[in-house]
């Protein structure tokens, strides 16, 4: 090999013979010793050269064994055509998938209003200081969104201020507080609400989103878009369209803004409000509940921890972030509100622990559901099955009928699992489903993080 005698500048060939025997030695090193990784590079290139609308068809893996490479789930296995945006399935290495956000939801900041809908301005105020005293990084609507596209990372603990209905506190009150601790935060406003009694003006909105406020819709009238309120089907689609994409519209003509985001009033959705709320170009939609989200959650219907005077606890979990589980022992914010029976419905989206396509490090997970969504729940016909285990003893969580609470009874093994739950309401069957995948050696999703540790 006589190159290898010559000096290195006369012989560029070197460095390439150099190089190629690395690259190649780097092959038969993955081959032998990662195949799986090699396995995702070659997707990975294959999908680049592809053409950038197609989705990448990423293989479904079979169960993951210890120390391998985080595998990805197929996600929203049961809510499809539903899912409005999904991450991609390789975002950058710089987005942080571990990070979460508590995203809060108040409405009127205001001494003497409804107890179901105020917060007192010195509370409000305090519970900005909170999120500063926890370390807790107010994040902007958008930044949200790009970290949910893969785009951008996030803070490890990262929260999302938004205030819904669009009251003039929440111009004259709230405002000037937000300002003073500089947080970025989201207006969610139902349009015949807006310039009318108590609510904030076109004028207000319109400096708000000068001001870089983030705003969003919030329907129309403010009615219950699962309740079809004996309307015929087509007159029923017809105003959901109303309620939805005619709002989108109202607030992106009247102020110019592209408006991604929509809040359900009363967190409050069905099947088909999902699909008209995709159907009219939402970025992400948001429901209530008092647990974080991830960045597997769907987009669809994210949860808000919904601030009520009367139950201050809900937001105890939101200041004492300690770990990564969601679970608040606060029961869920909107089980209050009376939810109409839902119509026969295959598959119903709840909102779940872990949730929907979750790899959880946690072998002997806890598993929680919300059945708020699956209408007037039967309380005695509800049960709880997992996949290679049966059916699974569960509790309610105190204070609370819809959300439902169990501890897998022995430790599983590697692999993906499907939770089912089912209960008949209004004497019809009703039935949700989600998936989830244990895999013990990654530590990827559930880990503490030594800054988590409960203090
Ligand atoms: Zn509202």
Redesign the pocket.
């Known amino acids: 090999m006589y190159y290898l005698n010559e000096e290195p500048k006369r012989s560029p060939l070197r460095w390439i013979v150099i190089i190629a025997l690395l690259l190649t030695g780097g092959y038969f090193a993955l081959a032998k010793w990662s195949p799986r990784t090699l396995e995702r590079a070659r997707v990975w290139l294959t999908t680049d050269k592809a053409a950038k609308g197609a989705a990448p068809a990423l293989p479904i893996e079979p169960a993951p064994q210890a120390s391998e490479a985080k595998p990805e789930l197929p996600r929203q296995l049961n809510a499809p055509a539903t899912g409005i945006t999904q991450p991609p399935p390789d975002a950058p290495a710089t987005v942080d998938k571990s990070a979460q956000v508590a995203v809060l939801l108040y ?1 009127r900041v205001e001494a003497n209003a409804s107890p179901a809908l105020r917060i007192a301005p010195e509370l409000f105020e305090e519970h900005m200081q909170k999120l500063k005293d926890a370390n807790i990084t107010v994040i902007s609507m958008q930044d949200f969104l790009a970290w949910k596209r893969g785009e951008k990372s996030i803070p490890a603990r990262s929260a999302l201020i938004t205030i ?2 669009g009251f003039s506190s929440t111009f004259d009150v709230a405002r000037p507080i937000l300002k003073k601790y500089g947080y970025p935060w989201t207006c ?1 406003v ?1 349009t015949n609400f807006i310039s009318r009694g108590s609510a904030l003006t076109w004028e207000q909105l319109a400096q708000l989103r000068d001001e870089g406020v983030e705003i969003g819709c ?1 329907s129309h009238s ?1 009615a219950n878009l699962r309740d079809t309120q004996g309307k015929p089907p087509e007159v029923y689609e017809e105003w959901l369209k109303q309620e939805i994409a005619g709002a989108k519209q109202t607030l992106e003509q009247r102020l110019g803004i592209r408006c991604a985001t929509y ?1 359900y ?2 967190g409050s959705y069905s099947n088909r409000v999902l699909e008209h709320v995709k159907a009219a170009g939402f970025e992400a939609a948001f429901t209530l509940g008092s647990i974080r989200t991830s960045f597997s959650a769907p987009s669809d219907r994210i949860a808000r921890f919904s601030w009520l005077d009367a139950r201050p606890h809900d937001f105890n979990p939101v200041f004492s972030w300690s770990g990564r589980v969601q679970a608040a022992d606060a029961p869920q914010a909107n089980a209050a509100v009376a939810m109409p029976a839902a119509p026969a419905e295959a598959a119903i989206p709840i909102l779940t622990q872990p949730l929907d396509g979750d790899v959880i490090a946690d072998p002997q997970p806890l598993l929680r559901a919300d059945l708020a969504a699956l209408g007037n729940v039967d309380a005695n016909t509800v049960s709880l099955r997992l996949s290679g285990v049966g059916m699974i003893p569960f509790s309610w969580v105190p204070d609370s009928k819809l959300t439902i609470s169990a501890k897998v009874p022995k430790p599983l093994e590697p692999g993906d699992y499907t939770v089912t739950v089912t209960a008949l309401a209004e004497r019809r069957r009703v039935e949700a489903q989600w998936r989830f995948r244990v895999d013990t050696g990654s530590g990827y999703d559930n880990a503490l993080r030594p800054s988590d540790k409960p203090r």
């Open positions: 409405h819904d209905d969610f139902y919030h403010h809040a009033p009363f």
